[in-house]
């Protein structure tokens, strides 16, 4: 294991900050690669991006490095820019929270643990004294509105609280943009155990009266804590827990059930990959949802009498589209069997999966045969992509290889640079190091990656007039793209995307409220090959995508430009304006430029057409944009690069 404070690594770091200066294009040779980019402060068991430059990050109480107001710090930002972080006070043990952010703008870190003193144990004061000075966090709702300029803080009140205790809660933001709050336990575990301390019910943030049971989280015991759930285009939530999924419309509290998942437990602590495919204008923006890895635990086997860390991880990939076939399908496989590998939405379409175990699940404790406390072993580097617009048994690809563990407590999140930040893993009760437990084989982990997916070194598109708000419908937004963006290729407009992603809140293997959403486009190429993509408002459907922050991207023929930070909605917790859907004008071709290629062109599927002449004019529906391209690949722009 690297420790990070080495001077190896210090000179390491020093060495290739030089090479970077001196040899500008070193950075790109970085695709497909992690890189340490720095320290955390305190581990990364709950991380999101809040501001384009500013990842938050939220940690259990426990003996961190850093310190704020002299104790430890359970809490930090982390810059971008400088790889430093910022101690955070957050009152109230945040241990196993979820979170999400809101229609407004302001994120929320939901639920938590009693006060704890060294070890993890339960401290005999619940308000705040020595060593830690936390508070119960049970009921807590803390609240963040994100800054540039490091003076925001946490505000944690419990005059903002929830009304009962949940420990492992799942949070979704809805089409009014506040946040509906599902399930959990009042005093923690590694499954729910006992029903006396399930929590089966839902409130709302900020609350809607008071929480009501959902049935659901009744009859998934023990494994229904933190319940997988996603707001579906109809409006409905669609909600996994032990083998048993269901639809929730929330708005009539009526369930109905739905087939079993295959094979495996996907909640947590078997906590299998989870993501939605892009919801594209081509797919009516339909939800369909990934689920990788787990564990095929029965029923009777969710006790920590036994070496849950020596039994393999499943390694099954199924999905379904709730709203529109209740079928669950097989999906390619993952390459080994994986318990906590986050699936991770990129820009351009594919689905990044990062960390994870090969054995046992999350989870730990003072078990004999745990690892350490660790009640995982084998910790998974490889990462992968998952491509779902490629063919069935072609999906998996090879992706970079990490050297770090990151179990049990890991986190990562898409960046606005269509990178992934990477950090956390915590197997442990308390903050562990070679020195404190010099026999640890898994300590808490401080240190940031950056993985650079594969596109990274190719240059990126610089468009200009990017958005900073979206709303729902409306009039559609031009974006202008150079030649140059255009990988000077200026056919590759008919392959320009424009991306929504909401990175969401990562914990547990999840990323509560991540989104991918392409918007319609169509686009107008000028003579000198540069061009402009109109661009669609969001459908008026606020169920597809909720109000709050998120990035949009331009994608040009799978690579991403820097994403402008958007406000999707009014801003605000509430109805939302919807507007007719954008109407786009059709997509036309300099003439200039199709005479340029040669004028004539081989059309597939649909005869042939010849195309000359100065004027400009609309060649959608005149001829296949394929075989234009095929025939003048490596023709006159391609030649020019
Ligand atoms: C602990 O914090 C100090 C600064 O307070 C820093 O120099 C050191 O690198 C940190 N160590 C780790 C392991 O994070
Ligand atoms: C968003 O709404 C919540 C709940 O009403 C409120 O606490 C928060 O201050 C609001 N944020 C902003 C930026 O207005
Ligand atoms: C687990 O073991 C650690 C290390 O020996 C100790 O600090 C902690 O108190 C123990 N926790 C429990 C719940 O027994
Ligand atoms: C597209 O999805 C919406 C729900 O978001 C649905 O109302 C509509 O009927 C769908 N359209 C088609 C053509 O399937
Ligand atoms: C993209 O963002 C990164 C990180 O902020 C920055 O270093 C880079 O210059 C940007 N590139 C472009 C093309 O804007
Ligand atoms: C873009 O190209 C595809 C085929 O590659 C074609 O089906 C589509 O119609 C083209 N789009 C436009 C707007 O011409
Ligand atoms: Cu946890």
Known sequence: MLDPSSSTRRRLVHVLTLASLLFP???????????????????????????????????????????????????????????????????????????????????INVGGNQAITYGGNTAASQTGQSPYRNTDGGKAVRVLDPCDDESCEWVDNPAMYMTTRRWYPTVETLEDGSAIIMGGCEWGGYVNYADNQNNPTIEYWPSKGTPFTLQFLLKTMPVNLFPLVWLLPSGNLFVQAEFQAEIFDYKRQIEYPL???????????????????????????????????????????????????KYPADKTCVRISP???????????????RSMGNLINLPDGRLFQVNG???????????????????????????????????????????????????YHSSASLLPDGTVIISGSNPNADYVDKVNVPTATYVTQYQVEIFYPDYHDKPKPKPQGMPSTITYGGDSFDVTLSLVDLANNALNINRTKAVIIRSGFSTHTMNMGMRHIELETAFTSNDDGSATLHVAQMEPNPA??????????????????????????????????????STLPRSTISAQLVAQYGGSFVVT??????????????ISGLMGWGGLVAVLLGSFWALSV
């Open 25 to 107: 294009s070193a950075t790109a040779q970085t695709a497909n690669t992690f890189k340490y980019v720095g320290l955390s402060g305190v581990s990364a068991q709950q991380m999101f991006l809040g501001r384009p430059g500013k990842v938050y990050i939220v940690d259990k109480t426990e003996r961190n490095n850093a310190t704020v107001n002299g104790h430890p710090a359970w809490a930090t930002e982390y810059d971008l820019a400088t790889n430093t972080y910022r101690s955070m006070d957050v009152l109230s043990n945040a241990f196993c929270a979820g979170g999400t952010v809101l229609g407004n703008g302001t994120w």
């Open 323 to 337: 709203d529109v076939d209740t079928t669950w399908y097989d999906d390619d496989s993952l390459d080994a069997g």
């Open 544 to 581: 597809i995508l909720a109000p709050g922050p998120a990035m949009f991207f331009i994608v040009v023929n799978g690579v991403p430009s820097n994403a402008s930070w958007i406000m999707v909605g009014d801003g605000i917790i509430g109805k939302h304006t919807l507007r007719p859907r």
């Open 357 to 407: 175990a090969g054995l046992g699940t999350a989870g730990y404790g003072n078990d004999t045969w745990a690892i350490g406390q660790s009640y995982a072993d084998n910790p998974q580097y490889q990462s992968w992509y998952f491509d779902p617009s490629k063919p069935t048994g072609q999906r998996w690809a090879k992706a970079g290889v990490s050297s770090i563990p990151r179990m």
């Open 259 to 309: 087939p079993n998942i295959p094979y495996a437990v996907r909640v947590y602590p078997a906590s299998a990959g989870t993501a939605t495919f892009p919801q594209t204008p081509q797919n009516n923006w339909t939800m369909t949802i990934l689920f990788c890895g787990g564990t095929n635990l029965k029923q009777d086997q969710w006790t920590t009498t036994w070496p849950i860390s």
């Open 605 to 618: 599927g649909g005869g042939s057409s010849t195309s000359s002449g100065t004027e400009r004019r609309s």
